[in-house]
């Protein structure tokens, strides 16, 4: 296993990645499931994949993409605040991520707006200094 990411200026991107879930207080949002857009950034070290041109040098980010897709259509959650903190958690889960910033979008959910949208950012704990 590699070991831990660390802070840095490199970065992966999901853009606009839409999915269908059930989110929301109100009733009528608990009946169906309804778009959400995710825009994803990983703050990871890319310079061991840049230099060796292997999969296993960083993130698989198909594999972390089947996993949002379960993750998300799965949601059963009341607030768009805990399904990108969970969002954020489940990017985590890859030592290589050091941080991770997360936006998601719920269109329509105003009627006189195109939608409202969360933003977290979540930093690899590392633990205490040895």
């Known amino acids: 296993m590699s070991a831990p990411a660390r802070e840095t200026s490199d970065r992966i991107l999901i853009e606009d990645l839409r999915l269908r879930c059930v989110v929301g207080v109100h009733p009528d949002e608990r009946l169906r499931p309804r778009e959400v857009v995710l ?28 996993g949002l897709v379960e993750l998300v259509e799965s949601s059963q959650d009341l607030l768009v605040e805990r399904l990108a903190a969970r969002i954020g958690d489940h990017c985590l ?38």
């Open 39 to 66: 825009q994803i950034t990983l703050h990871t070290d890319l310079r061991a994949a840049g230099a060796s041109d292997a999969l296993a040098d960083t993130v698989d980010y198909q594999a972390l993409h089947d």
């Open 93 to 130: 889960a890859d030592s290589r991520v050091a941080r991770v910033d997360v936006r998601l979008e719920k269109p329509g959910a105003l009627a006189r707006a195109r939608g409202i949208a969360v933003e977290v950012s979540r930093v690899r704990d590392v633990g205490p200094a040895p």
